[in-house]
């Protein structure tokens, strides 16, 4: 039996006086590909952070690949693409392949330096997302659709089994929007990658996503994307919302209606 990449039980997590997180349980399965929706404010990123140790818990339990966070160390497992990157900005100097060889160099203990396994492993990375060609440019002068391929490429250089990606769509214009989203369908079809996606764009989370969860500091809903469409309760308070953007998938596929 193959052990889940994220479980959270009872998780509580706030900032000063305010409840960010009130006893939230949660668990991604291996191979699922988990959509995290809520309204502004409703604790998306705050989940993403405590489950990374950036942020700790109130109160509650979170194991990641069966061991509790606080014994955890395979951080390299698990890729991230956090909701804003000091990375991402114009003025930071780096280099394409040294942004991705970064984080080859935060996955090492001994030795903390690049190797030719690593230069490779890069090279991969990048020609994964198909940006091979810009390897030497430096990454404040590209376009925010190729800037987010790099933090992607970055997020995947050690083939993480689990993927956190915070919103990575904002800045995209629709066409790579669309290539983008692809891209994770494909990862998570072909290599088996769990994937959580925290995003606003409902319709596109019911065209690719399995599960759902639905966060307002609370879990309103966790569960399969058919289960979801499938309850009576649940459309019933989602009403249009639900069945004509995120139930569409289903409709598509000639089930409910
Ligand atoms: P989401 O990602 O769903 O928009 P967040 O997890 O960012 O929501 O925020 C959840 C709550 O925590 C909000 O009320 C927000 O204002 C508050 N919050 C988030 N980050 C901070 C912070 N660094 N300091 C204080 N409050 C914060
Ligand atoms: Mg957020």
Redesign the pocket.
């Known amino acids: 039996m193959r052990v889940n990449p994220i479980e959270v039980n009872d998780l509580s997590a706030?900032?000063?006086a305010?409840t960010?997180?009130d006893h939230v349980s949660w668990r991604a399965g291996s191979g699922e590909f988990w959509a995290v929706v809520?309204?502004?404010?409703?604790?998306?990123?705050?989940?993403l952070?405590t489950l990374l140790g950036l942020l700790p818990a109130a109160a509650g339990e979170i194991a990641l690949f069966g061991t509790p966070t606080g014994r955890f160390g395979d951080w390299h497992r698990i890729g991230y693409l956090p909701?804003f990157s000091g990375i991402a900005s114009p003025r930071f100097p780096a280099t394409v392949r040294e942004v991705v060889g970064m984080e080859r160099l935060a996955a090492k203990r001994f030795p903390r330096w690049l190797g030719p396994a690593d230069a490779t492993a890069v090279t991969d990375s990048l020609a994964r997302l198909g940006i091979a060609d810009l390897a030497a440019r430096r990454i404040g002068e590209l376009s925010g659709g190729q800037r987010q391929r790099v933090l992607l490429a970055r997020a995947l250089v050690n083939r993480p089994p689990l993927l956190l990606l915070?919103?990575p769509t904002l800045a995209l214009d629709p066409d790579s929007r669309n290539a983008f989203y692809e891209l994770l369908a494909e990862m998570n079809r072909r290599d088996g990658v769990t994937i959580v996606l925290?995003t606003h764009d409902s319709a596109t989370a019911g065209n690719y996503a399995s599960h759902l969860l639905y966060?307002d500091?609370k879990v309103v809903f966790s569960g399969s994307f058919s289960d979801f469409c499938s309850s009576p309760e649940m459309t019933s308070r989602f009403g249009a919302f639900a069945q004509h953007t995120i139930c569409h998938q289903h409709d598509r596929a000639g089930g409910a209606p």
Do not use: H
């Open positions: 706030s900032y000063g305010g960010a997180l809520g309204p502004n404010g409703s604790g998306k990123t705050t989940l952070k909701q915070d919103e925290v966060l500091r």
